[in-house]
């Protein structure tokens, strides 16, 4: 059995892991996820979210040593709180996230890729402090693959993605880098280019780069597959 903490990505929450987290207890593991600050239920100012608050939250979450999964823009909290505090991290997971870059923020990751999905539909507020995606193209470009009953939950619940944790680049070191890491890439990503997301696992150990037919959402369109993945990762980790 595994300790599992699930990590939303950009403007998501811990609700996005709705699917998973009873996935992973059928398969006998422990799983639950939280809302970073500035999302979900917590209701911290866009102004006051940072990257190291994220990191904090993350390891306030951890209860003794614990696989953590990091979808989408969370590679960079999960990374940043390995940096902090790599004792209570058994496995760092990255699904579909990006797999940050040693004095790289996640906006000069995004900038860096081979093709711009996302900018067309990224919308910021007039404050500067925090964006939106443009509902009309959400669907198109995380959900695709998802049902009627996902994508209506995302509309009513995706919130704005605080800007300063995104803009924020990251020293990465051997603190987060002793710890095992795996990459899931999803091969019908219309988010992040799978093309892209295959560069940057290439820095993974071999054997810990696997592939999902999934869009950016596999939490939503394929839960028991990402829940078995999961799973496998989990044996294959040294004992706790």
């Not at 593991?29 to 866009?46: E, S, V």
């Not at 209506?152 to 051997?174: D, G, K, R, Y």
């Not at 394929?222 to 706790?240: N, S, T, Y």
Request: charged residues 15%; proline residues 10%.
């Amino acid at each position: 059995m595994a300790d599992f903490l699930l990590i939303h990505g950009s403007c998501h929450g811990a609700w996005c892991w709705h699917r998973v987290i009873p996935a992973l207890q059928a398969l006998g593991h422990n799983a639950r996820a939280i809302d970073l600050p500035g999302h979900g239920l917590d209701r911290t100012a866009p102004e006051d979210v940072t990257l190291d608050s994220y990191a904090r939250a993350i390891l306030d979450a951890l209860n003794g040593p614990t696989i953590v999964v990091g979808h989408s823009m969370a590679g960079y909290p999960i990374t940043a709180a390995a940096e902090l505090d790599p004792s209570r991290i058994r496995a760092l997971v990255y699904l579909c996230a990006y797999a940050p870059k040693s004095g790289l923020s996640l906006a000069d990751m995004r900038k860096a890729g081979p093709r711009q999905p996302l900018a067309p539909a990224i919308r910021i507020d007039a404050t500067r402090t925090c964006f939106s995606f443009d509902p009309s193209m959400a669907g198109d470009l995380f959900y695709h693959d998802c049902d009627a009953e996902a994508q209506s939950l995302a509309a009513l619940c995706l919130c704005p993605q605080p800007i300063l944790p995104q803009e924020t680049p990251l020293t990465v070191t051997s603190q987060s880098q002793s710890v095992p890491r795996h990459y899931i890439r999803c091969t019908e990503d219309r988010a992040i280019p799978p093309e892209y997301q295959e560069i940057m696992a290439q820095d993974f150990p071999p054997g810990h780069h696997t592939t999902l037919p999934a869009s950016h959402s596999p939490f939503f369109s394929m839960p028991g597959d990402v829940a078995a993945r999961l799973a496998e990762i989990a044996r294959a980790l040294p004992a706790a």
